[in-house]
C-alpha cells in the first residue's frame, strides 16, 4: 500500500506499507468497482468544530467505508473496532490527541536501489515474466524497472492481440498493474526479443556494467551502434 499525504500545500508520494486489512482481500474479486458513496458529497458536510482529525479507508471485502475521528476532547469515534486491522492512517500525527497507544503502520522491508543491484533486477523478473516470453525493452534506475515483453498481449478494447505489453515496477518491486499494458507500436523494441539470460549476459559484457557512477540503464533495438534484431544495452553513468 503506497502512502500519499497532503500538507496543506501538494500531495507527496511517501513509502509503500502493509496492506491494511490484507486478510479482507478476496482471492478473485468480482469486480474493481469503486464504492457507490459519493465521498466528496459525504465529507463536504463534516465542518465540525469539535473535530480535530479524521482517519477514512475501504473495506478491501466490502467496499464499506471505515472512519475513525477524533475529537478536540480526546475521545474517539470508530467504525471499526480493531485496531490491530486498521492502525494509524497518518504519518505525522496531528498535535492533539495523542495517538502514542496506538499501532502504526508497517513499513514494507524490500526497498531496492535497483541500479547499484542489477542483479536483483533480473532477479525480479524472472518471477515476473510468464513462460515462453522474451524481452522487447529493458530500463531500470535507482527507482523503477520498465519491461515491455513480445505479445500477443490481449487488448480488451478490440478483438485482436497486441504485439508487445508493457509493466512498471517500483522501488520495492511491486508492478503498477496486474495485467500487461498492451502497446502496438514496437519503436524501439526487439522482436522477436531477447530471453531473459540472454540480457543478463549482455549487460555482463556491456562496458560501464560494474561502474559504481552507474545510474541508468536500457536495452533496446534502435540507436547508435545498434544491430535492428540484435539491440545493445546503454549504460549511463554520473560525471565526476
Known amino acids: ?67 475513525r475521528r477524533w475529537r478536540t476532547s480526546g475521545a474517539m469515534q470508530s467504525t471499526w473496532p480493531d485496531f490491530d ?20 503502520l508497517k513499513p514494507l ?36 524497472i ?3 515483453i513480445v505479445g500477443p498481449i490481449r487488448n480488451p478494447e478490440r478483438n485482436e492481440p497486441s504485439p508487445f505489453g508493457d509493466a512498471t515496477f517500483d522501488e520495492y518491486g511491486v508492478r503498477d498493474t496486474e495485467w500487461w499494458y498492451p502497446r502496438d507500436q514496437a519503436g524501439t523494441s526487439c522482436s522477436p526479443g531477447h530471453s531473459l539470460q540472454e540480457l543478463t549476459a549482455l549487460f555482463a559484457e556491456a562496458p560501464n556494467a560494474k561502474n559504481s557512477r552507474l545510474w541508468s540503464a536500457s536495452f533496446s533495438c534502435r540507436g547508435a551502434g545498434k544491430l535492428p534484431d540484435t539491440g545493445g544495452w546503454d549504460l549511463r553513468v554520473t560525471r565526476m
Open 85 to 104: 486491522e486498521l492502525p494509524m492512517l497518518f504519518r505525522t500525527s496531528p498535535p492533539e490527541p495523542a495517538f502514542a497507544s496506538q499501532p502504526q
Open 1 to 67: 500500500m503506497r502512502h500519499f499525504h497532503c500538507d496543506g500545500t501538494e500531495v507527496h508520494k511517501g513509502a509503500r506499507y502493509e496492506r491494511v486489512m490484507a486478510r479482507y482481500i478476496p482471492a478473485a474479486p468480482a469486480s474493481n468497482a469503486a464504492p457507490s458513496q459519493n465521498l466528496f458529497t459525504w465529507y463536504a458536510q463534516l465542518p465540525d468544530p469539535a473535530l480535530r482529525a479524521l482517519e477514512a479507508g475501504v473495506h478491501p471485502g466490502t467496499q464499506q467505508l471505515l472512519e
Open 109 to 144: 522491508a524490500n526497498l531496492h536501489n535497483w541500479i547499484k543491484h542489477p542483479d536483483e533486477v533480473f532477479a525480479l523478473l524472472a518471477t515476473q515474466m510468464p513462460p515462453g516470453t522474451a524481452i522487447a525493452e529493458l530500463s531500470f534506475d535507482d527507482k523503477s
Open 146 to 148: 520498465q519491461l515491455r
